[in-house]
């Protein structure tokens, strides 16, 4: 079955600096890569996804680049503010049918933005 | 204009004694998932339906059942809770087809005593 690989564990940056949290892949039948933020105590938010027919993808302060070949994406944050604190969680699907709906997560990034 | 509502939002049971948990969503999505958080993990996949059709992960203990009797509605029943299946349980929807984005819930803190 899949396997998702997330990387740092822990993240620390000060306020205004950008963070990089990178996520890599097993399976190259996976074509949907969400991005989750869970603060503490709180439900999973989407805050970005990309799907395999694209290479990146941007939303404000937020981005997301994928490389199919090397089977890796990363969740770009610029300008990092307080509240951009929280648990990050990468995921992978492989899209429509039956089981192929299943996220399988990576085991999350503790981000602190220092004021 | 909750999406996905998860009732009770906190629920204490007893070593042994069954307990159900709810989820309703407003969205009409096709897909009903439950997960369950521990904490400083990932959300775990339980099961999942795709209307009727029910989809058990094969690592899922048979504990845990789940009914689904209409779109809106999902339940996820733990016939004999352990003090391991504390947990936060997160209950998700997505549209089904070719829209992929999972949408969860506030999720059920569940403590065993």
């Known amino acids: 079955g899949e396997n998702v690989e997330q990387h740092p564990s822990t993240l620390s940056v000060q306020e205004g600096d950008s963070a990089v949290i990178k996520c890599t892949y097993s399976?190259?039948?996976?074509?949907?890569f969400p991005w989750y933020k869970q603060e503490l105590g709180k439900r999973p938010q989407l805050i970005i996804d990309?799907?395999?027919?694209?290479g990146e993808k941007k939303d404000q302060r937020i981005a997301v680049t994928l490389n199919k070949t090397a089977k890796h994406f990363s969740l770009h944050i610029t300008e990092t503010q307080p509240e951009d604190s929280a648990v990050y969680f990468c995921?992978?699907?492989?899209?429509?049918?039956?089981?192929?709906?299943?996220?399988?997560f990576g085991k999350g990034t503790l981000l602190t933005v220092n004021p | 204009d909750a999406m996905v509502i998860q009732n009770p939002r906190y629920q204490v049971t007893q070593f042994g004694k069954p307990v159900t948990l709810s989820c309703s969503q407003t969205?009409?999505?096709?897909?009903m998932y439950w997960y369950q958080q521990k904490s400083s993990q990932a959300p775990k996949l339980l099961f999942h339906?795709?209307?009727?059709?029910?989809?058990n992960e094969a690592d899922t203990p048979d504990n845990f059942q789940s009914r689904r009797p209409n779109t809106s509605f999902c339940f996820l029943d733990i016939r004999s809770p352990g003090l391991g299946d504390a947990a936060m349980y997160l209950c998700?929807?997505?549209?089904?087809?070719?829209?992929?984005?999972?949408?969860f819930g506030p999720g059920t803190r569940l403590t065993v005593t």
């Open positions: 969205l009409n999505h096709n897909v």
């Open positions: 998700a929807t997505s549209r089904g087809g070719t829209v992929y984005e999972q949408y």
């Open positions: 399976d190259s039948a996976s074509n949907y």
């Open positions: 339906y795709y209307d009727k059709d029910f989809n």
């Open positions: 995921a992978a699907s492989k899209g429509s049918g039956g089981s192929n709906y299943k996220l399988t």
């Open positions: 990309i799907r395999s027919n694209v």
